[in-house]
């Protein structure tokens, strides 16, 4: 750190925070834990105004740059195979014999990537 930089600092009033802008930090870390870190800047906005505070978009995204809030992206699962009960399963004519006797007897593969008209 260079000597003026230091001085700067060093000489630099201390912020004083209210006790509405507390109430307003903290209320803005438990909404963003409640929605296990997916709310971004403008529904943590919407919420915190419902929750009686004035604030706008602008100032939202500062305080969650503040706060180190970051949105994490969560990916929905999702189901790639769907069995139905009533359909009836192939003989397992493998029987865990991996390894077969001769060439181009045996084949597997996997198709359930592929869209088909049932789903």
């Known amino acids: 750190m260079s000597r003026s930089a230091f001085h700067d600092w060093f000489e630099r009033t201390a912020k004083i925070v209210s006790e509405e802008e507390q ?3 903290r209320t803005a870390r438990q909404l963003f834990k409640r929605s296990r870190g997916s709310l971004g800047s ?3 906005c919407k919420n915190l105004i419902r929750a009686g505070f004035n604030v706008g978009r602008y100032r939202t995204r500062s305080i969650m740059r503040k706060l180190k809030l970051v949105v994490t992206q969560r990916h929905a699962y999702k189901v790639t195979t ?5 359909d009836s399963v192939a003989d397992n004519l493998l029987k865990q014999q991996f390894n077969p006797a001769q060439e181009n007897l045996v084949w597997a593969g ?4 592929l869209r ?4």
């Open 110 to 113: 996997d198709v359930t990537y």
């Open 42 to 44: 403008r529904q943590l």
């Open 116 to 119: 088909t008209n049932q789903g």
């Open 82 to 86: 769907k069995r139905k009960h009533s």
């Open 23 to 25: 109430n307003m930090y």
